[in-house]
């Protein structure tokens, strides 16, 4: 998935999340808590759920933070780096035949 293909999506579930955000509005630095921010904590909580299942990542409570969070393109970035650590962490899948080869040498009689 390329980060155009993120971005859209990303932008997609900010929309569903807040009625009439607008483009100038996921366009600025916005922050997602407090006073001034374009979030409640409820819908904060809904964004990064929605994140998650969207993506199959996981969003550790020490990754929502301004940073990784504070705009769609840091929203955006930090899927991406999500993305290829996870992508690095993948176990190799064995060909069927090398596959059934180990579990010939580890069958045992009865």
């Known amino acids: 998935m390329n980060g155009m293909e993120i971005h859209k999506r990303v932008v ?4 569903e999340k807040v009625a009439g955000t607008k483009d100038e509005d996921l366009a600025i630095p916005f922050v997602l808590l407090g006073e001034d921010g374009l979030f409640d904590s409820v819908t904060a909580l809904e964004l990064v759920l929605a ?16 940073e990784n969070l504070g705009n ?18 993948l ?18 009689s009865i």
């Open 12 to 15: 997609q579930l900010v929309r």
């Open 51 to 66: 994140i998650e299942k969207e993506f199959a990542i996981v969003v550790k409570d020490d990754e929502v933070r301004p």
């Open 72 to 89: 769609i393109e840091s929203i955006v970035s930090f899927i991406q780096a999500a993305l290829s650590r996870q992508a690095q962490s």
């Open 91 to 108: 176990v190799v899948i064995l060909k069927p035949t090398a596959y059934a080869s180990m579990l010939g040498m580890l069958s045992v």
